[in-house]
């Protein structure tokens, strides 16, 4: 069995579940996960609100972030809501995100990470 299909089998159901009913139905919740040997800790948010607040600071960014940011909307806009779901499929999405490896902590507005990448988690946050 290859590292892949491992990875599959190990799936944390409980935790793609509760992932999915965030981006479903619009939630937020205090989240802490284990990835690649750091701890990421912040408010669990669906991948809409995700993507409206990388817009934001895009927009907010000056130097043609704005025009990035509108070009980036019209594409999600011609997406559709289907396909943007697709793309977020996976993928946990945090605001207000603490990374905390090697002693350092660095906050991050906004954070995206693969599900598939999380070894450990618990409910709330630093």
């Not at 619009?26 to 669906?46: F, K, M, N």
């Not at 999600?76 to 945090?94: I, Q």
């Amino acid at each position: 069995m290859d590292d892949d299909s491992a990875k599959a089998e190990q799936k944390d159901l409980l935790l793609y579940g509760l992932v999915k009913g965030i981006t479903e139905l619009g939630g937020r919740w205090g989240l802490t996960v284990h990835v690649g040997g750091a701890t990421v800790s912040g408010i669990a948010i669906g991948s809409r609100e995700w993507f409206d607040g990388l817009l934001d600071l895009m927009d907010g960014a000056g130097e043609g972030g704005d025009v990035v940011a509108h070009s980036l909307a019209q594409s999600f806009m011609e997406l559709g809501p289907d396909r943007l779901a697709a793309l977020s499929e996976g993928f946990l999405h945090m605001r207000d995100a603490s990374i905390l490896a090697g002693g350092t902590t660095l906050t991050m507005p906004l954070w995206r990470g693969a599900l598939s990448e999380v070894t450990g988690w618990s409910s709330g946050n630093i």
